[in-house]
């Protein structure tokens, strides 16, 4: 491979990679009774509309249809990726979760 194909390579792979991970939190908002797009936009008041949250909205299916979706893997695909302030979010819908002792 030479060394521009495989930068495109790299970039084509963390691009699917990121969608992935827009795809994983917003099922994971599905999946417990939340809306992603007010998340997103309460943690990020400043940016507009979010396409790829959009795009990744499109192919969610109902909690019913979906996988089960750990808190702690939502939680590590958002850090992974850089979003620690919407893990911050996030985590502050799973405290108010569980139950109280």
């Known amino acids: 491979?030479?060394?521009k194909k495989t930068e495109d390579y790299i970039i084509a792979s963390y691009q699917n990679d990121e969608k992935m991970m827009i795809?994983?939190?917003a099922q994971w908002c599905i999946n417990n009774d939340l809306d992603p797009e007010t998340l997103y936009k309460e943690?990020?008041?400043s940016q507009g509309n979010n396409q790829a949250l959009a795009e990744a909205l499109d192919l969610t299916v109902s909690k019913e249809e979906s996988?089960?979706?750990p808190n702690e893997t939502?939680?590590?695909v958002l850090q992974l990726f850089g979003n620690n302030d919407l893990a911050f979010t996030v985590q502050q819908q799973i405290d108010q979760m569980k139950p109280s002792k």
């Open 74 to 76: 939502v939680l590590n």
């Open 23 to 25: 795809l994983v939190y």
């Open 43 to 45: 943690t990020y008041p």
């Open 1 to 3: 491979m030479t060394d």
């Open 67 to 69: 996988e089960y979706i």
